[in-house]
């Protein structure tokens, strides 16, 4: 990977979308957690996204904003081998925390059973991308040129 113009871990802390690609191809925006150098994505049986990667595991991601008024453009693009592993709730807390806020009684409940819930009956699983490649550009310019 090139040295980027700005800090990727700053940049990866914010509560950005990421878009994951899969063999299909299919490609679904994600929220994920940026830790130990690899991305965290929440899935189970429930998800198509959890099948495909079970049946190839090779996928593409990319997190990137665009401000048109700021001129502010940053992306990082990560492609490697995903692995579906167990569950853990304290991660778990950490990355809705960074999308829901701190406070989890005002998290819609839709989000709520993850961490509480047994992760084994309903099959919860992350999806970690520790990425093979990742490149990250500052493609930022001035708009009032």
């Known amino acids: 990977m090139r040295n980027p113009d700005f800090d990727i871990d700053f ?45 190839d595991p090779r996928v593409s991601l990319v997190v990137d904003v665009c401000d048109l008024p700021t001129g502010h453009v940053r992306q990082v693009i990560a492609r490697g081998s995903a692995e579906l592993v167990p569950f853990d709730a304290p991660r778990g807390r950490r990355k809705l925390a960074r999308y829901l806020g701190p406070d989890e009684s005002r998290w819609d409940p839709r989000f709520v059973h993850y961490l509480h819930d047994d992760p084994r009956q309903r099959g919860t699983t992350w999806l970690r991308l520790a990425p093979a490649s990742l490149m990250a550009r500052d493609l930022s310019y001035d708009p009032g040129r």
Do not use: C, K, Q, Y
């Open 11 to 55: 940049f990866l802390s914010a509560p950005l979308t990421a878009r994951i690609a899969t063999n299909g191809p299919t490609v679904r925006p994600v929220w994920f957690l940026w830790e130990e150098g690899a991305f965290w994505i929440l899935t189970g049986p429930w998800a198509g996204l959890h099948d495909r990667v079970r049946a």
